[in-house]
T-cell receptor
């Protein structure tokens, strides 16, 4: 069964450094999303992406964040200058044209020290 | 904006019993309500969803009900098994059919423990 994959599974970085989290959505999906989950808390929406542009973004997704679909398969989230409070699990998700559900990847645990 | 409340935060049942998790939402424009199961160290797994034009949906041991008037929806798991133990999240969004899917607003989760 097709699934969303994410790399790396765990990223440790120092405050102020840039990180890029990578995702490979399900191949025929058209909508892509990033969510984050701070330890023990609810999953929070960051951004949605469709037709090579951002569709929606939350207040969390400020100028330090950016997304890109550099080729036909990858979808990336970049954090330019990480802060301690960026430490969280970051989930990528994708959905099909008929919006029959968002399917999540296994997540990348980002630890900012 | 949308706000989703989920109860209870923890639920412990004996194997074979039923489990019910309830969620309420605030935005009457929300029209899509998925449920996710999250096992330790893994991403949320979509287990069932319901759209606002349907009152109930069932898939084997799991079912979801939706009351649009009261703005609440519930997950029902029957004949629970130890492997049902996980954190369950409800979510709501306004899907713009023909356009981009709305972002999911999640509840805080329910930790379900099924004791053998």
């Amino acid at each position: 069964e097709p699934e969303v994959t994410q790399t790396p599974s765990h990223q440790v970085t120092q405050m102020g450094q840039e990180v890029i989290l990578r995702c490979v959505p399900i191949s025929n999906h058209l909508y892509f999303y990033w969510y984050r989950q701070i330890l023990g808390q609810k999953v929070e929406f960051l951004v949605s992406f469709y037709n090579n542009e951002i569709s929606e973004k939350s207040e969390i997704f400020d100028d330090q964040f950016s997304v890109e679909r550099p080729d036909g398969s990858n979808f990336t989230l970049k954090i330019r200058s990480t802060k301690l409070e960026d430490s969280a699990m970051y989930f990528c998700a994708s959905s099909d044209w008929d919006q029959s559900g968002q399917y999540f990847g296994p997540g990348t645990r980002l630890t900012v020290t | 904006g949308e706000n989703v409340e989920q109860h209870p935060s923890t639920l412990s049942v004996q194997e074979g019993d039923s489990a019910v998790i309830k969620c309420t939402y605030s935005d009457s424009a929300s029209n899509y309500f998925p449920w996710y199961k999250q096992e330790l160290g893994k991403g949320p797994q979509l287990i069932i969803d319901i759209r606002s034009n349907v009152g109930e949906k069932k898939d084997q041991r799991i079912a979801v009900t939706l009351n649009k008037t009261a703005k609440h929806f519930s997950l029902h798991i029957t004949e629970t098994q130890p492997e049902d133990s996980a954190v369950y999240f409800c979510a709501a969004c306004n899907v713009n059919y023909g356009g981009s899917q709305g972002n999911l607003i999640f509840g805080k989760g329910t930790k379900l423990s099924v004791k053998p």
